[in-house]
């Protein structure tokens, strides 16, 4: 069966704290997304990562994939309020480019 | 904003109706993805369209059905609807050489009473 899963599900930090979010998936892949949701909106693409080892950064987040352990983090440094969003995961099995989503991690970053 | 449009923004119905979702993808963009976001189902894939055909299925129920129009616009006809038909509705889309970067519509959101 085609699992993704995430953890945590919510995710309350600090102003200035690191975390870490993971994504677990169940079948051999090497394309892993994520996204960010706010709240009644769209979902916005942060990371695209196609290989195995593959490592992408924008500002306060990083995106890394390990296809052996079929693993994937979203690390968070130094998080600020505009962060508070929902992060998905999602994998492309190969089965005709339908993602399968994780069940999101919902993120609140507190003053 | 993505490129991705998708009307109406919001449609409310009863149960038993039958409702149109449109989509219009990125200008090139020759793949249509449908998904449904729920709260007890998640983020689920529904169907996707490759230049008006069909190339992939998910968990798309028997009443929904979609396709994709010669201008590549895509409809999502739901029909005699259930109260567990209510989400939001997403349409993606994404280009024949990059079909890993799906770039989603703003939704709509579907409320069955």
């Known amino acids: 069966e085609l699992k993704v899963e995430q953890n945590p599900l919510f995710l309350s930090m600090q102003e200035g704290k690191n975390y870490t979010i993971y994504c677990n998936y169940s079948?051999?892949?090497?394309?892993l997304y994520w996204y960010r949701q706010d709240p009644g909106k769209s979902l916005e693409s942060l990371f695209v990562?196609?290989?195995?080892?593959a490592v992408k950064q924008e500002g306060r987040l990083m995106a890394s994939l390990d296809t052996k352990a079929r693993l994937s983090t979203l690390h968070i440094t130094a998080a600020v309020h505009d962060l508070s969003a929902t992060y998905f995961c999602?994998?492309?099995?190969?089965?005709?480019?339908?993602?399968?989503f994780g069940t999101g991690t919902s993120l609140t970053v507190i003053p | 904003d993505s490129g991705v449009t998708q009307t109406p923004k919001h449609l409310i119905t009863a149960t038993g109706q039958r409702v149109t979702l449109r989509c219009s993808p990125r200008?090139?963009?020759?793949?249509v993805y449908w998904y449904q976001q729920s709260l007890d189902q998640g983020l689920q894939f529904l169907i996707q369209y490759y230049n008006g055909e069909e190339r992939a299925k998910g968990n798309i129920l028997e009443r929904f059905s979609a396709q994709q129009f010669p201008d590549l616009h895509s409809e999502l006809n739901l029909s005699s609807l259930e109260l567990g038909d209510s989400a939001l509705y997403f349409c993606?889309?994404?280009?024949?050489?990059?079909?890993?970067?799906?770039?989603f519509g703003p939704g709509t959101r579907l409320t069955v009473t």
């Open positions: 990562l196609l290989s195995n080892g």
């Open positions: 079948t051999t892949s090497d394309r």
């Open positions: 993606a889309s994404s280009a024949r050489d990059r079909p890993y970067e799906q770039y």
């Open positions: 999602a994998v492309d099995f190969d089965t005709g480019n339908q993602f399968y």
């Open positions: 200008s090139g963009d020759l793949s």
